[in-house]
C-alpha cells in the first residue's frame, strides 16, 4: 500500500517548527511497526490504564494530558482506585508523573477548573507534577485527551493512548449503554445516569514517541501557562506552582512491534496565541483538518463517522465535495441526538451549526447519505462523544478532534490516523486491518450483532444499517409516547419512519452468507410485531429546522462561542 497517498508528508505538515518529524530525515510524518487497538467504551479503557499504572515503577513515566481530570473518578468498581489515588501511589513507588489539564473556565459556569487544581495539589504534594495549562486562545480550551507510557527498563511495553475519553466522570460507560455511576450532567433526555459512547486507542510501538513529543512539545514551551492578570492572581492566592520541572532526556522510539502492521501518523490542531505563540508552532497547525482533507479524496464506496458535533459549511462541503466527485460514495454519520445542554442559549447555535454541516451534505448526497442517533435499550438517547472516521477499510482516524472548525482551527487537538502496510496499491485491505476491525466493532453494537455478520460490502452494510434504524423508528411511532424520547424531541427525528430498503446490493462474490443475514433482518424488521423491539440502536436522524426568530441571533453565538474560527484574521497580532 501507498501509504504516502493517505497520510501526510512531513511538508504537508504545514509546521516545520516542531520537531515531530525530526527524527525522520526522508519526509515522512509517520511511523510502522506499530500494533493500535480500539478500546470502545470508558469501563475497558479505565480498567486497562489503571493496570499499566499499577504495574509502573521507579524511572517509568507517565504523562497525560486532558480536557478535564475529576480526581474522584473510579477507574474500577473499587472505590479506592481513584484517579488521584492511583496516580499519587504511582509517584509514591517512584513514577514520573505529569499531567497538563486545561485550566477551563470558571467552575460557576459548569467547567472543572477548581478539581483540575485539586489533582494538580494532589500529585504535586506527592512529589510529582500537574499543571493547569491557559495557553490557549479566548473562548478556546485544550481538548487533547492522551496517555504516554514509558518504561525504564523495557521500551518493548511502552504505550499510548489517544481518543475521545477524558479522565472524569461520567465516561465509564460500558457496551450496555446505562451509564457511569459517577454522572456527568446532561440534558435531561439523557436520564440521570447519561449514556456515553467513545473510542480510545492504544498505540505500541513507534508512534508511540509521537505522542510523548506533543506532550514535550507543550510542556517544555517558554510561554508562561497563563498570562491573565486575574488568572495569575488567584495561581499565587492558591499558591499554585506554574513552573514546569525538567522532563529529561526523551528515550529513543520503542521498537517495531514483531506483529506491527499498522502505521500511524500523529495530526494535531494548535491556534495561532496572542501575545506570544507556542514555540513549536508560532503559526499553528493545522495537521487534523490536513490530514482529513488528503483522506477523503481517496473515499471510493464507504465513510463513516461518528462524532459528538458536525458543525460548519465548512465541514459540510469537506464531504459533499467528496459525494459530488464519487457517485458510487455512501457516508454514514452517528450523532448525539440530541445537544448535551438544555435552553435555547445552548441547544439553538448546536443545532444551527448542525444544520449547516447537514445541508451541505444531504444536498450532494440525498439517499446516499443516512444521519443516525444512539438509543439504549430502555429508549434514552446514547450521548455520543467518539471522534472516529473511517474511509473504505483503508485509513481510520481516532482523536480528540470534533468535524467543526472549532477543532481544526481554535482548540488544541490530536489524533491518531491509521492505515495497514500490507498489500499492494489497489487491493483489498487485509481482513484483520485496524480500520476494518474497528469499524465491524463499532457497526456490530450499533445493529446489536455479532461482528461477523457486519456486511463486508460497503454498500451493504450501508443497507442494513438504514433498515435497522427504519425499524426501530417504526416500532418507536406505534408504542404509547410515539418516539420512545420526551415530546420536544421530535424535531431531532424525521417526521415519518424512513422505509426499509427493499433489495441490497448483489455483486460482491464471496459474501451469499452476509446478503442473506443483511436480507434476513430486513424481512425481521419489517414484519416484527407492536411488542416485539427491534434489535439495533440506531434511529434516523433529520436536519434540524430553526424558526425565523432563532435565525435572527443563533448564528451571531453559534459562531462567536461555539465554532470559533482559529485562524488568524489579517492584521491580527500586529
Given at each position: 500500500?501507498?501509504?504516502?497517498?493517505?497520510?501526510?508528508?512531513?511538508?504537508?505538515?504545514?509546521?516545520p517548527?516542531?520537531?515531530?518529524?525530526?527524527?525522520?530525515?526522508?519526509?515522512?510524518?509517520?511511523?510502522?511497526?506499530?500494533?493500535?487497538?480500539?478500546?470502545?467504551?470508558?469501563?475497558?479503557?479505565?480498567?486497562?490504564?489503571y493496570?499499566?499504572?499499577?504495574a509502573?515503577?521507579?524511572?517509568?513515566?507517565?504523562?497525560?494530558?486532558d480536557w478535564?481530570?475529576d480526581?474522584?473518578?473510579?477507574?474500577?468498581?473499587?472505590?479506592?482506585?481513584?484517579?488521584?489515588?492511583?496516580?499519587?501511589?504511582?509517584?509514591?513507588?517512584?513514577?514520573?508523573v505529569?499531567?497538563?489539564?486545561w485550566?477551563?473556565h470558571?467552575h460557576?459556569l459548569?467547567f472543572?477548573?477548581?478539581?483540575?487544581?485539586q489533582?494538580?495539589?494532589?500529585?504535586g504534594?506527592?512529589?510529582?507534577?500537574?499543571?493547569?495549562?491557559?495557553r490557549?486562545?479566548?473562548?478556546?480550551?485544550?481538548?487533547?485527551?492522551?496517555?504516554v507510557?514509558?518504561?525504564?527498563?523495557?521500551?518493548?511495553?511502552?504505550?499510548?493512548?489517544?481518543?475521545?475519553?477524558d479522565?472524569?466522570n461520567?465516561?465509564?460507560?460500558?457496551?450496555?449503554?446505562?451509564?457511569?455511576?459517577?454522572?456527568?450532567?446532561?440534558a435531561?433526555?439523557?436520564?440521570?445516569t447519561?449514556?456515553?459512547?467513545d473510542?480510545?486507542?492504544?498505540?505500541?510501538?513507534?508512534?508511540?514517541?509521537?505522542?510523548?513529543?506533543?506532550?514535550?512539545?507543550?510542556?517544555?514551551?517558554?510561554?508562561?501557562l497563563?498570562?491573565?492578570?486575574?488568572?495569575?492572581?488567584?495561581?499565587?492566592?492558591?499558591?499554585?506552582d506554574?513552573?514546569?520541572?525538567?522532563?529529561?532526556?526523551?528515550?529513543?522510539?520503542?521498537?517495531?512491534?514483531?506483529?506491527?502492521?499498522?502505521?500511524?501518523?500523529?495530526?494535531?490542531?494548535?491556534?495561532?496565541?496572542?501575545?506570544?505563540s507556542?514555540?513549536?508552532?508560532?503559526?499553528g497547525?493545522?495537521?487534523?483538518?490536513?490530514?482529513?482533507?488528503?483522506?477523503?479524496?481517496h473515499?471510493?464506496?464507504?465513510v463513516?463517522?461518528?462524532?459528538?458535533?458536525?458543525?460548519?459549511?465548512?465541514?459540510?462541503?469537506?464531504?459533499?465535495?467528496?459525494?459530488?466527485?464519487?457517485p458510487?460514495?455512501?457516508?454514514?454519520?452517528?450523532?448525539?441526538?440530541?445537544?448535551?445542554?438544555?435552553?435555547?442559549?445552548?441547544?439553538?447555535?448546536q443545532?444551527?451549526?448542525?444544520?449547516?454541516?447537514?445541508?451541505?451534505?444531504?444536498?450532494?448526497?440525498?439517499d446516499?447519505?443516512?444521519?443516525?442517533?444512539?438509543?439504549?435499550?430502555?429508549?434514552?438517547?446514547?450521548?455520543?462523544h467518539?471522534?472516529?472516521?473511517?474511509?473504505?477499510?483503508?485509513?481510520?482516524?481516532?482523536?480528540?478532534?470534533?468535524?467543526n472548525?472549532?477543532?481544526?482551527?481554535?482548540?488544541?487537538?490530536?489524533?491518531c490516523?491509521?492505515?495497514?502496510?500490507?498489500?499492494?496499491?489497489?487491493?483489498?485491505?487485509?481482513?484483520?486491518?485496524?480500520p476494518?476491525?474497528?469499524?465491524?466493532?463499532l457497526?456490530?453494537?450499533?445493529l446489536?450483532?455479532?461482528?461477523?455478520?457486519?456486511?463486508e460490502?460497503?454498500?451493504e452494510?450501508?443497507?442494513?444499517?438504514?433498515?435497522?434504524?427504519?425499524?426501530?423508528?417504526a416500532?418507536?411511532a406505534?408504542?404509547?409516547?410515539?418516539?420512545?424520547?420526551?415530546?420536544?424531541?421530535?424535531?431531532?427525528?424525521?417526521?415519518?419512519?424512513?422505509?426499509?430498503?427493499?433489495?441490497?446490493?448483489r455483486?460482491?462474490?464471496?459474501?451469499?452468507?452476509r446478503?442473506?443475514?443483511?436480507q434476513?433482518?430486513?424481512?425481521?424488521?419489517?414484519?416484527?410485531?407492536?411488542?416485539?423491539?427491534?434489535?439495533g440502536?440506531?434511529?434516523?436522524?433529520?436536519?434540524?429546522?430553526?424558526?425565523?426568530?432563532?435565525l435572527?441571533?443563533?448564528?451571531?453565538?453559534?459562531?462567536?462561542?461555539?465554532?470559533?474560527?482559529?485562524r488568524?484574521?489579517?492584521?491580527?497580532?500586529?
Amino acid at each position: 500500500m501507498d501509504v504516502r497517498e493517505w497520510l501526510l508528508v512531513s511538508e504537508e505538515r504545514e509546521n516545520p517548527h516542531t520537531a515531530i518529524d525530526a527524527l525522520r530525515e526522508d519526509g515522512t510524518a509517520w511511523t510502522a511497526g506499530n500494533t493500535v487497538r480500539a478500546l470502545v467504551h470508558g469501563r475497558d479503557y479505565f480498567a486497562e490504564l489503571y493496570e499499566r499504572i499499577c504495574a509502573l515503577g521507579p524511572g517509568d513515566r507517565f504523562y497525560f494530558a486532558d480536557w478535564q481530570g475529576d480526581p474522584d473518578q473510579q477507574l474500577t468498581d473499587d472505590p479506592r482506585t481513584t484517579l488521584n489515588n492511583t496516580l499519587v501511589d504511582a509517584v509514591r513507588r517512584g513514577v514520573d508523573v505529569r499531567g497538563l489539564l486545561w485550566r477551563s473556565h470558571w467552575h460557576r459556569l459548569g467547567f472543572s477548573a477548581h478539581r483540575h487544581r485539586q489533582l494538580g495539589e494532589e500529585i504535586g504534594e506527592a512529589g510529582g507534577q500537574c499543571l493547569r495549562d491557559m495557553r490557549v486562545r479566548t473562548r478556546g480550551a485544550h481538548h487533547q485527551k492522551f496517555v504516554v507510557i514509558r518504561h525504564a527498563d523495557d521500551p518493548s511495553r511502552d504505550v499510548a493512548y489517544v481518543g475521545g475519553i477524558d479522565l472524569c466522570n461520567g465516561r465509564r460507560d460500558d457496551a450496555k449503554h446505562q451509564g457511569d455511576r459517577q454522572p456527568v450532567d446532561l440534558a435531561r433526555a439523557y436520564g440521570p445516569t447519561p449514556a456515553w459512547h467513545d473510542v480510545q486507542v492504544a498505540v505500541q510501538g513507534p508512534a508511540v514517541h509521537d505522542v510523548e513529543t506533543t506532550f514535550r512539545e507543550r510542556w517544555e514551551d517558554s510561554t508562561p501557562l497563563t498570562l491573565n492578570p486575574g488568572r495569575l492572581m488567584s495561581s499565587f492566592f492558591h499558591r499554585e506552582d506554574l513552573t514546569p520541572e525538567p522532563l529529561g532526556e526523551q528515550a529513543p522510539p520503542p521498537p517495531p512491534r514483531p506483529d506491527g502492521n499498522e502505521v500511524v501518523q500523529i495530526i494535531r490542531t494548535f491556534p495561532v496565541i496572542y501575545p506570544k505563540s507556542y514555540d513549536f508552532a508560532p503559526e499553528g497547525e493545522r495537521s487534523v483538518m490536513l490530514g482529513n482533507t488528503k483522506a477523503i479524496a481517496h473515499a471510493e464506496r464507504l465513510v463513516y463517522v461518528e462524532d459528538q458535533y458536525l458543525w460548519s459549511e465548512e465541514v459540510g462541503e469537506h464531504f459533499a465535495s467528496a459525494l459530488r466527485a464519487k457517485p458510487d460514495l455512501r457516508l454514514v454519520v452517528v450523532l448525539p441526538i440530541v445537544p448535551d445542554r438544555e435552553g435555547a442559549a445552548a441547544e439553538v447555535p448546536q443545532l444551527y451549526g448542525r444544520s449547516l454541516a447537514m445541508k451541505k451534505i444531504l444536498e450532494a448526497g440525498g439517499d446516499r447519505v443516512a444521519v443516525f442517533g444512539l438509543t439504549n435499550d430502555s429508549g434514552l438517547p446514547v450521548y455520543v462523544h467518539s471522534k472516529t472516521c473511517i474511509i473504505d477499510h483503508r485509513w481510520a482516524s481516532v482523536g480528540s478532534d470534533n468535524l467543526n472548525r472549532r477543532s481544526w482551527t481554535s482548540d488544541s487537538e490530536i489524533a491518531c490516523a491509521v492505515v495497514d502496510g500490507r498489500g499492494e496499491a489497489g487491493a483489498p485491505a487485509p481482513a484483520d486491518s485496524f480500520p476494518r476491525v474497528l469499524l465491524r466493532t463499532l457497526v456490530a453494537e450499533h445493529l446489536d450483532c455479532h461482528p461477523d455478520d457486519v456486511p463486508e460490502d460497503p454498500h451493504e452494510l450501508f443497507d442494513a444499517m438504514v433498515a435497522s434504524a427504519a425499524a426501530l423508528d417504526a416500532w418507536y411511532a406505534g408504542r404509547p409516547g410515539g418516539t420512545g424520547l420526551r415530546d420536544r424531541l421530535a424535531g431531532h427525528l424525521p417526521r415519518r419512519p424512513v422505509p426499509v430498503p427493499t433489495s441490497v446490493s448483489r455483486h460482491l462474490p464471496g459474501h451469499a452468507h452476509r446478503r442473506r443475514r443483511v436480507q434476513d433482518r430486513a424481512a425481521h424488521y419489517a414484519l416484527a410485531g407492536p411488542d416485539q423491539r427491534p434489535p439495533g440502536r440506531l434511529r434516523r436522524l433529520a436536519t434540524p429546522e430553526l424558526t425565523a426568530a432563532q435565525l435572527r441571533w443563533a448564528p451571531r453565538l453559534y459562531h462567536l462561542l461555539f465554532d470559533p474560527d482559529g485562524r488568524p484574521r489579517p492584521g491580527e497580532g500586529d
